[in-house]
């Protein structure tokens, strides 16, 4: 069963209806019917695909000669190919039926909002009755698909180098045009590279859909049970739904009405048609896809290179020496971090339950976005530290010395922990929980549907009990409610004629 019972919201217990409302439903039942033998052939072929390799599975643990097992094989491939014309056939019905269905309902009238006049039914006097003249019986099917996949990658790369250079020479000072014994010279020079490289890739999808279709009968049948009638409101009922064949109330008038056409057959005469009775069911139809796509993609790379040189200067003279010292250094960091981080979440659900509405359960999805930590702020402060952890001043007092080396140390331990400081690690920056229907939601309300429908309590018309009442009958329940003595008086005359009877006067 994978169509929904039709239903019109007019057919009300206990009223006043138009019997082409029930053979517009008709209609429509017998324009989905095709759709649903197709899709019970389909269901019928797939079962005994199943049962058949299941068979085969057992004759092979038991040890059934090869040439039998072949011959049943080439059943089970018979069966596949008529599964193949099956579904295609299923696909044309599909196509067919969906489009006779809207023409049909295009043509018929709406049946969302609909006017009546007020029931005849004595409600305070008759009484709703549930009676087990039909079954109970359930069908369904579940078709149920779900994938996830998660995609994880990473590649991360560091490299360091230092390189020193010491030059020095001695040269006489007659060569450099200095009156002095000679003149030395030094240069040092110190290079620091470091650099590290890091990409992730992160992706996580999940994708499930579920169609399920259910039909259910009640074994209970509502019933008016005893069925009282107002004939006040009966004769109003049967003048407004046939203006040309009024019942008046008057003595001699409401007694001709009583026996006009008294002989004529039945089913040839004018009826005031009430829904009195119905045997019940109930489907439930419904279909949720849901799709989360949650991706992650990050950069990083970081550089260093540090450059110190210091040259030295040292002159001999015949009373004294001067020794001096200039040089530079100088730092470059650099960098680099990028992230993108996306979270997607796509959720469709149908569902159409006629005649018991099951409970339809939440569900949270959690859709999480990450980022870099810590922040930039801290990046920067980093990269500051490794700067000025190699500024000197040039200055050659011990002093300085010993402040550019307590830098220097400084600056190395700094260096020594550049790869690790510079590769951040990624945290969840923002993690919601949405409230979606899901699959688990869609069983949920299956299985509340079940449930309510083995008590019995809901359920749309499906069968139709109909109480036709004719003008003769009008006319003989308004005359024993209101001159169930005849006429003894003129009051008598004048109440009846109202519509007071003696056992409203008292």
């Known amino acids: 069963m994978v169509t929904s019972i039709p239903y019109d919201p007019s057919l009300i217990l206990g009223q006043v209806i138009e019997l082409e409302r029930i053979e517009d439903l008709k209609n429509l039942a017998n324009f989905q019917k095709p759709l649903d033998e197709a899709h019970e052939k389909l269901n019928s072929v797939l079962r005994t695909i199943y049962k058949l390799n299941m068979v085969q599975l057992e004759m092979e643990n038991i040890g059934v000669d090869s040439k039998t097992l072949n011959t049943f094989k080439g059943e089970i491939e018979t069966m596949e190919n008529i599964l193949i014309e099956a579904a295609t056939h299923y696909a044309a019905t599909a196509t067919t ?5 809207e023409d049909e309902m295009n043509a ?25 003249l039909s079954f109970d019986s359930l069908e369904f099917d579940v078709q149920y698909v779900r994938n996830e996949l998660m995609e994880q990658s990473s590649k ?33 020079m ?5 650099s590290s490289m890091m990409k992730q890739f992160e992706k996580h999808s999940i994708e499930g859909t579920i169609v399920i279709s259910a039909n259910a009968t009640h074994k209970n049948a509502s019933i008016i049970s005893p069925f009282i009638l107002d004939p006040f409101k009966a004769v109003t009922a049967w003048n407004y739904t046939y203006p040309d064949e009024i019942i008046r109330t008057e003595p001699s008038n409401i007694l001709n009405a009583a026996l006009e056409d008294y002989d004529e057959d039945r089913s040839e005469k004018k009826t005031l048609d009430i829904l009195s009775g119905c045997a019940k069911t109930s489907t439930f139809v419904g279909f949720v896809h849901i799709l989360k796509d949650e991706t992650t993609d990050s950069s990083q790379s970081a550089s260093s290179m540090a450059n110190q040189v210091r040259n030295s200067l040292e002159i001999d003279a015949w009373q004294k020496s001067v020794t001096g010292q200039f040089g530079g250094s100088s730092n470059v960091s650099n960098t680099q971090q990028s992230l993108s981080s996306a979270s997607f979440i796509s959720n469709h659900a149908n569902i159409c ?35 000025n952890a190699s500024n000197g001043d040039g200055a050659g007092n011990d002093e300085n010395t010993t402040e550019e080396g307590k830098r220097g140390a400084q600056y190395q331990r700094l260096n020594s922990e550049f790869l690790n400081n510079t590769v951040r690690n990624l945290i969840a920056h923002e993690s919601e929980a949405n ?14 549907f079940i449930n309510k429908a083995i008590e019995g309590e809901g359920g749309v018309p499906s069968s139709f009990y109909i ?25 008598d005359r004048r109440k009846g004629t109202i519509g007071i009877s003696s056992e409203e006067e008292e």
Do not use: W
């Open 190 to 194: 110190q290079r620091n590279v470091n």
């Open 435 to 448: 409230k979606v229907i899901d699959t688990n939601s869609m069983m949920t309300a299956l299985e509340d």
């Open 108 to 132: 018929q009238d709406q049946k969302t909002i609909s006017m009546s006049i007020e029931s005849p039914v004595d409600y305070g006097r008759s009484e709703v009755t549930q009676f087990p």
């Open 156 to 188: 991360q790369s560091a490299k360091q180098s230092v390189r020193n250079l010491t030059m020095s020479a001695s040269v006489p000072g007659a060569a450099l045009n200095i009156p002095v014994t000679k003149v030395s010279m030094s240069s040092d």
């Open 353 to 387: 339950c006629r005649g018991i509405i099951p409970s339809i359960v939440c569900s949270d999805m959690t859709a999480t976005i990450q980022k870099l930590a810590p922040d930039a702020a801290r990046i920067m402060e980093g990269t500051k530290a490794i700067a």
């Open 97 to 101: 039926v969906l489009q006779n269905v």
């Open 467 to 491: 109480k036709h009442l004719t003008k003769n009958d009008i006319a003989k329940a308004y005359i024993k409610r209101f001159y169930p003595n005849g006429l003894k008086s003129a009051e």
